[in-house]
């Protein structure tokens, strides 16, 4: 369950980062993006799905040892870790309350549209608009980080803490047999 939510979560991120709406708010609600928007709002909001189930999932969930590495390197996975879940929750939170105070519901692929359920505060809104663009950036760049440092222990320390991530059908194997 744990590599299921990863790999599908961090599908999704990808998928809704390349359909990033931009441009100015005129452009972004416009019907000529429609499409691409609540493509975007639809990922964006099934990972905000994801990782509520993912954190309730973490609560009841038995991991097996983590591989041993040396304190600093737990300490700094362990940061980069929090730094995703945190944006993983910042980024729908700061888009959906970014458009209802600019006066946009939300609207899903299916045509389900969430109407604003925060009254009307256009300045506010744009701001965390932009803020949730930031966070889109930098949860691009700290998923790369993440992603190079789990190649780093898979290429050069040949350890397993990457391998752990894959299903055991495809996973290589595991040197102490886990
Ligand atoms: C969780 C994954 C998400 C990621 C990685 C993400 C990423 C991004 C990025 C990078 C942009 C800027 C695109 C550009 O400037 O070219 C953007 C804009 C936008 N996103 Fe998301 N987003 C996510 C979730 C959501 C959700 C859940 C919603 C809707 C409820 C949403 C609605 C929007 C809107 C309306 C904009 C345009 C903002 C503006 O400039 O006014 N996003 N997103």
Do not use: C
């Not at 109407?115 to 965390?128: E, M």
């Amino acid at each position: 369950m744990a590599q299921i939510f990863h790999w599908i979560t961090a599908l999704l991120v990808l998928i809704a980062f390349i359909y990033g709406p931009g441009g100015s708010e005129q452009r972004i609600y416009s019907p000529a993006t429609d499409f691409d928007r609540q493509l975007h709002e639809t990922l964006g909001m099934s990972v905000f799905v994801l990782v509520v189930l993912r954190v309730l999932w973490r609560m009841v969930d038995t991991r097996p040892e983590p591989t041993p590495v040396p304190r600093w390197m737990e300490l700094s996975a362990k940061a980069v870790q929090g730094a995703l879940y945190l944006l993983l929750f910042a980024l729908p939170i700061t888009a959906i309350a970014g458009a209802w105070l600019e006066g946009h519901p939300v609207t899903l692929l299916a045509g389900i549209q969430i109407p604003p359920l925060l009254g009307l505060s256009h300045a506010a809104g744009a701001q965390l608009a932009n803020l949730h663009t930031w966070l889109g950036d930098a949860i691009l760049w700290l998923a790369g980080l993440h992603a190079v440092a789990a190649i780093y222990h898979h290429i050069v320390l040949k350890d397993d803490v990457f391998v752990s991530m894959l299903p055991a059908r495809i996973a290589p194997r595991r040197a102490n047999g886990r």
